[in-house]
């Protein structure tokens, strides 16, 4: 018996063993061609826009990166738009009454009455004109989910132009961060310019629930105050009595709203006499005229907004126009306990987006101040590479100085605040010394935009040393060109082609592969190929490996019935007689 199990063990590899072989015949390796790539930065923003200067008084800071903002924004958002010249007021896009400042009640030299004007915007949403979306903010390289934000109230076009469908530059994730300081009185308007309501809720201000006028002051339909009807505007009112980096954000199905975009940091700032603060950060990242409170401590501020979206939700606003339709399948049909994030973004872009407006541009033996805002939907652990930052506040509460954590890795639940001191000191501590330094949520979606990496949040702590003047960092590693081209956002182009030796780390040419690949190099190593007449690569294609059980299979079938044919041949003999003797009798 053990005899005739190899015997058909035998038989049967040596009938199946020819197309086996054939099987490991390998598929050709091509390059794929990367196709149109962006430039590291192509902002067209002036160069002087990066400069230290002084605009209506207001000092402004160096900005090493390749978008900065634009200084007579800045200006206007110290000063309050009705403190500057009409001059500086062109040369933005804000309402003139979109941050007035009023009433040095107390004598020290800087307004106490601040009124703040807030509209709300709709990024990446369906056209009825064309099939396109408008106004488009793309998030990475032909990436474009939509979005909800709050804005300071705007003048002219929501696009930069007639013949552009871009975003104009107040219009964009994330939703900017708001500054005031300790003691004055702020009036908060929101003119809801949307066709959903909405309201705001500032999450770990000092606010009262009820404003002088017997209105509710909290933001909470369900508690405080009926939501924002569209074209309605609602006021308001707060005197914050303690510093700290907190939140505001849209409280009308938080669910979804939050997630779309709407909230922002709101950072209130120590008192301090002459003290004009930044009241707007738009598009966060570097505070260029930081408080007087600020400036005493560190050399430089920064506003890290960490954002995640579910493509699901941030589709449907580009699939009606109606908003009874988008309401419905927003608040009645979309369930987020079945969501999965599949954009992540810091400062409103993913990388490598981030890496041309939220580097972290610093010099040695600084002392650089973070404020980082978790506003995922998960929690995150932000990790800074060749740094070791002190949290000196958590949700806007100054951390015992005794106690304060020295760490790389920090961790936020959704909606909490941290801050950071930076020390840039080379000490093997607080800094590893210079260099361009990668920091990112550490939790591995993260590293990812839609399932692709190396996307989200990425960004670099950049020392000054290693950056040129429009704010490109000198990078040691490999080569990122391929990630500013649509096509690799599209998983359309293989991670290390033009990294491996002999391209073995290509593109496989496969039978109906849908990658548009450049013909083989000389260079390309050949598939194997049998003796004789070479085959045509479709198929050489045939021969790999998914078709190599089938090709077994066959030879294993082959050699059972070979096998069952001999043990059986002088029965199969006899009948093969018979039959012929029957066939000459018929005759």
Known sequence: MVKQSWGFVAAAMLVSMPQAWAAVSLPPTV?????????????????????AQTVEGVEIQESRVCDPDNPSEIAAFVKGTNNVSMETLMDTKLAPDAVTMSNDTDGDGDPDLIVIKLEVMELNGRSPDFPGVVPTFDIAPGIQPGFWVFTPKSRDMSTRGFASLDANALLRLPSPAIRVEQGDTVWLVLENTHYFPHSIHLHGVDHPFMDHGGG?????????????????????????????????????????????????????????????????????????????????????????????????????????????????????KYDITDAKDDYYMLNGRAFPYALRESLITVAPNQKVKLRVLNGHTETMALHIHGHKAVITDYDGVPHNPAARIQRDVYDLAPAQRLDLELNTTNDGLNSFGSGVWMFHDHVENAFTTDGQGEGGSISLVVYKDFLDKEGTPQLHGMDITPYFSKKFWKREIPVWQHLSVGESLGQAKLEGAKAQAAPASKSTPAAAKPAGKAKPAAEAADNSSPSTFGNLLKGLLLGAVGYAAYLNRRKLAAAAAQLMAQAKGGK
């Open 216 to 332: 509710g002051n909290d933001g909470v339909g369900q508690t405080a105050e009926m939501d924002v009807m569209p074209g309605q505007t609602k006021t308001y009112v707060i005197k914050p009595r303690q510093p700290g980096t907190m939140y505001y954000h849209c409280h009308v199905q938080p669910h979804t709203h939050i997630p779309m975009g709407l909230g922002g940091m709101f950072i209130v700032e120590e008192n301090r006499p002459n003290n004009w603060v930044q009241t707007f950060n738009v598009g966060n990242g570097q505070v260029r005229h930081p408080s007087k409170a600020v400036s005493e401590k560190y050399a430089q501020e920064y506003d890290l907004h960490y954002q995640s979206a579910d493509k699901e939700l941030h589709q449907i606003i580009q699939q009606y126009n109606d908003p009874r339709l988008i309401a419905q399948q927003m608040n009645q």
């Open 31 to 51: 390059k794929v061609d990367v196709g149109e790539t962006e430039p590291f930065c192509n902002s067209g923003a002036p160069s002087a826009w990066r400069d």
